[in-house]
């Protein structure tokens, strides 16, 4: 089988594996503004496309601080050419409401007309200074969950994690990575990848939305999680999770095993309860939506009443 061409030559390296470029900008958000750039309601505006798992963290994040009245959001078309992200008005996505701009290189190129780089999401504008403030992924968030603290909503009562991925790397032999990336967007592969991952049958309509999600996903996407995302380890941070926390697997889960999750997740969540779905594979809310649901209430109403 021929190897696939390199979506992008400057960041593949000689084995073709994505090596992603340097961040040019790298300004920080203060709530002191020591920086320049002070933490305040309305001045700044996060571009994302929901094609872009980075992105994604970004979205996540301001959703759950309860930011999202504080700073604005412009979702780019998820289908790039070789323009770059672009403003279109479609599903999910549409007009850049703030500069008005049909390309996010316009704002890499109004920020630094000299920029050569890729145009790279998630990024952060500042309205006041006209340019953009940060294109670093793991920066936009921390600074939305350390700096914007005057204006998070009231904080999680608990949290529900349900099969998730360790906050170390996957459990995946680097043979099952470059296979799933060189089945990208195959159809047997995506019917054969929900057939492994379930124990209970799913219903026809589940079935075939599982399938279609898998083959929905874009490949910058697709590769971009194989190739850094699923190798993050993020372990340091786990002593932070401060609420009650809920750990659901699935018993027969061939993909997020029990004693993995138990070691990797609950052990490193001070208080973490685990619950076990028997006889249920990867996609408990779609094998066991019944159970799932009580699990899930029966946590809720344990909950300490807030203030």
């Not at 090596?19 to 002070?38: C, E, H, K, L």
């Not at 959703?63 to 009245?69: A, H």
């Not at 289908?79 to 008005?89: K, L, M, N, S, T």
């Amino acid at each position: 089988m021929t190897a696939p061409a390199a979506q992008f030559p400057a960041e593949t390296d000689a084995r073709g594996a994505f090596v992603r470029q340097q961040y040019r900008f790298r300004d920080r958000i203060t709530a002191d503004d020591s920086s320049g750039y002070p933490a305040e309601a309305g001045r700044y505006h996060l571009y994302v496309s929901l094609a872009c798992p980075w992105a994604h963290r970004a979205v996540i994040v301001r959703k759950l601080l309860g930011l999202e009245d504080v700073v604005s959001m412009s979702v780019v078309d998820p289908v790039r050419d070789e323009r770059g992200w672009a403003f279109r008005e479609g599903r999910g996505h549409g007009r850049d409401s703030v500069c008005n701009f049909d390309f996010l290189s316009e704002a890499y190129l109004r920020t630094d007309p000299a920029y050569e780089g890729r145009y790279t999401v998630p990024c952060v504008w500042d309205r006041v200074t006209k340019r953009l403030v940060t294109n670093n992924y793991p920066d936009i968030t921390i600074d939305f969950e350390t700096q914007f603290t005057a204006f998070h909503a009231p904080g999680l009562a608990g949290l529900v994690l349900v099969a998730p991925s360790p906050p170390t790397p996957e459990p995946m032999t680097e043979a099952s990575r470059a296979h799933t990336r060189a089945t990208y967007g195959d159809h047997t592969a995506a019917v054969e990848t929900a057939r492994r991952i379930t124990r209970r049958p799913l219903a026809p309509a589940a079935f075939d939305q599982v399938v279609a999600d898998n083959l929905r996903t874009s490949r910058p996407a697709w590769d971009a999680w194989m190739l850094e995302g699923s190798l993050e380890n993020l372990s340091a941070r786990m002593p932070h999770v401060d609420v009650p926390a809920l750990v659901v697997a699935g018993g027969a889960d061939p993909v997020m095993e029990h004693a993995m999750l138990e070691r990797e997740v609950r052990d490193r969540i001070a208080g973490a309860r685990m619950v076990d779905v028997a006889d249920v594979g990867h996609l408990v809310p779609l094998e066991a939506p019944a159970e799932l649901a009580a699990a899930v209430g029966d946590f809720g109403t344990a909950l300490p009443a807030r203030a």
